[in-house]
């Protein structure tokens, strides 16, 4: 069985100071990890993916996500915070390369104060 | 993402109506998603199609049907809608090609109410 978890129900974060979104999982060999954020009345836009390969994934709008296979971890980072960030973001993890069998987490709020 | 499209955007209904919400998208993709988004669970996946014939369950199907009209359109009925099925439905997409099979696009949501 497949799980993701995401610790953090919301993230508080000063404008232009760093930020981190937590996102841990449990699969059944190589995982397939994503990231997606949901801004107000909209649906759900992919931010960036893992599949293989180099650790440190880039993305969208200068997010980056760090695979740590050890820690069974795949944090969304970003070195400096706009208000505009501010948004619901979703990990989301799968055994297989299909989109069928994906897993959401149950998302974290991100509020960037001015 | 104007390219995948859902229709209400916002309905309420009362308890034992049916109900149809539709999906349209203009990405060529084969294969289409519904979803369901409750506060503090994530999103969970209903049904999903891989092509017009192909149709299959997903993890909270019950209570629920779909109907893949053509590749572009995929709809979802609540054949009796009960309060519990109020909530946040997303239709997503995504493509055939093996390098990108696993991204999914996103309509922009239709807020379902029961009462």
């Known amino acids: 069985a497949q799980s993701v978890a995401q610790p953090e129900d919301q993230v508080n974060v000063a404008e232009g100071n760093p930020l981190t979104v937590k996102c841990t999982y449990s699969v059944s060999g190589n995982p397939y990890l994503f990231w997606y954020v949901q801004y107000p009345n909209r649906g759900l836009q992919f931010l960036l993916k893992y599949i293989t390969g180099d650790n440190l994934v880039k993305g969208s709008y200068g997010f980056e996500a760090e695979f740590n296979k050890s820690q069974t971890s795949f944090h969304l980072k970003k070195p400096s915070a706009l208000v505009s960030d501010s948004a619901l973001y979703f990990c989301?993890?799968?055994?297989?390369?299909?989109?069928?069998?994906?897993?959401f987490g149950s998302g974290t709020r991100l509020s960037i104060r001015p | 993402d104007a390219d995948v499209t859902q229709t209400p955007r916002n309905r309420i209904t009362k308890t034992g109506k049916r109900i149809m919400l539709e999906c349209s998208q203009t990405?060529?993709?084969?294969?289409m998603y519904w979803y369901r988004q409750d506060p503090g669970l994530g999103l969970r996946l209903i049904y999903y199609?891989?092509?017009?014939?192909?149709?299959n369950k997903g993890e909270i199907s019950d209570g629920y049907s779909v109907s893949r009209q053509a590749q572009a359109k995929f709809s979802l009925s609540l054949e009796s809608a009960i309060p519990n099925q109020t909530a946040l439905y997303f239709c997503?997409?995504?493509?055939?090609?093996?390098?990108?099979?696993?991204?999914?696009?996103f309509g922009p949501g239709t807020r379902l109410t029961v009462l």
């Open positions: 997503a997409t995504s493509d055939l090609l093996l390098r990108d099979t696993d991204t999914q696009y």
């Open positions: 199609s891989f092509d017009v014939k192909d149709i």
């Open positions: 989301a993890v799968s055994a297989y390369s299909s989109a069928s069998k994906i897993i």
């Open positions: 990405k060529g993709h084969d294969r």
